[in-house]
């Protein structure tokens, strides 16, 4: 099964910057398709960001522009650089994934099969 672990959460002030990873391991399909959710008390999990095979890169309207996905194929990691961060980004944030012949840059939990634990941002004004 796909395992994904991810780190690199904190508590930050807003504006300031954060870099999450998620290390993915146990399969050997060649299109692990990832992308990052995030979940706050009270509120439905969004997705934040997705990879998608021919480049194009979904982002909810809320981070375009602050946030940035990337994929390391060679450390098999998934990492997503937030930038300007705002109190609202304050949540739990997962890695997710699915295995692919493409990726199609999904934005819905449900289109999802494997999912990490999680880790904390938390953002001060």
């Known amino acids: 099964q796909v395992q994904l672990v991810e780190s690199g959460g904190g508590s930050v002030q807003a504006g300031g910057s954060l870099r999450l990873s998620c290390a993915a391991s146990g399969y050997t399909a060649s299109n692990l398709c990832m992308g990052w959710f995030r979940q706050a008390p009270g509120k439905e999990r969004e997705g934040v960001a997705a990879m998608y095979t021919y480049g194009f890169t979904p982002y909810a309207d809320s981070v375009r522009g602050r946030f940035t996905i990337s994929k390391d194929i060679g450390k098999n990691t998934l990492y997503l650089q937030m930038n300007s961060l705002k109190p609202e980004d304050t949540a739990m944030y997962y890695c997710?994934?699915?295995?692919?012949?493409?990726?199609?840059?999904?934005?819905?939990?449900?289109?999802?099969?494997?999912w990490g634990q999680g880790t904390q941002v938390t953002v001060s004004s």
């Open positions: 997710a994934a699915t295995l692919a012949r493409v990726c199609v840059g999904s934005l819905s939990p449900r289109d999802y099969n494997y």
